[in-house]
C-alpha cells in the first residue's frame, strides 16, 4: 500500500510521466538574497538575552527559551504519559474489585452447583421465612392507592 502511495506521489511530481518510470529530478528553491543567511554580530549577541535559532519551532511552553521549551515539553509528556497513561491503567486493571462482583458471581456459582448436586430447586420459593413476614391487614391495603 505504502508503494502504490509513493508512486501516485511520484507520477503526481513528474506531471505526466507514468509512475514506473524514475523521477530523479527535485526542485529545491534556493534563494538569491545573501542578507537572508547574515551571522549575528558580537554586538546584537549582546543586545539580546536570548538568540533565537534560525529554524526553531517551539513545542508552545516557552516561545524564548528552547532549553526550557524542551525540558517542560519532555517532563509533560513523561507525566502524562508514563505516569499517568501506563501506571494508571496498570492500577486501575490490576485494583481489587470495589463492588465484589466478581466474588458475588462465584458465590452464585457455587451455590447453584450445590443446590443440583442435592437435588433442591436451583431457587427457593420459601428463601424468607413466610411466619417471619408481617403482611398489612385488609383495612391498610382498601385505603391504599395502587399505581401501576
Known amino acids: 500500500m505504502a508503494y502504490l502511495m509513493r508512486a501516485c506521489t511520484l507520477g503526481l511530481r513528474c506531471r505526466g510521466t507514468s509512475p514506473i518510470s524514475s523521477c530523479s529530478q527535485r526542485f529545491i528553491s534556493t534563494s538569491g538574497k545573501n542578507n537572508e543567511t547574515a551571522p549575528v554580530t558580537a554586538a546584537e549577541k549582546v543586545q539580546t538575552s536570548v538568540v533565537e535559532e534560525k529554524n526553531w519551532m517551539s513545542y508552545g511552553?516557552?516561545?524564548?527559551?528552547?532549553?526550557?521549551?524542551?525540558?517542560?515539553?519532555?517532563?509533560?509528556?513523561?507525566?502524562?504519559?508514563?505516569?499517568?497513561?501506563?501506571?494508571?491503567?496498570?492500577?486501575?486493571?490490576?485494583?481489587?474489585?470495589?463492588?465484589?462482583?466478581?466474588?458475588?458471581?462465584?458465590?452464585?456459582?457455587l451455590e447453584l452447583r450445590r443446590r443440583e448436586q442435592l437435588g433442591l430447586p436451583l431457587i427457593d420459593r420459601n428463601l424468607v421465612d413466610p411466619a417471619k413476614i408481617e403482611l398489612p391487614s385488609e383495612e391498610v391495603l382498601v385505603e391504599t392507592e395502587i399505581v401501576i
Open 61 to 109: 511552553f516557552d516561545f524564548k527559551d528552547r532549553a526550557t521549551d524542551r525540558n517542560v515539553m519532555h517532563s509533560t509528556f513523561f507525566t502524562s504519559v508514563t505516569l499517568c497513561l501506563v501506571f494508571g491503567t496498570f492500577i486501575f486493571m490490576y485494583a481489587p474489585d470495589p463492588a465484589l462482583h466478581n466474588w458475588a458471581q462465584r458465590e452464585a456459582f
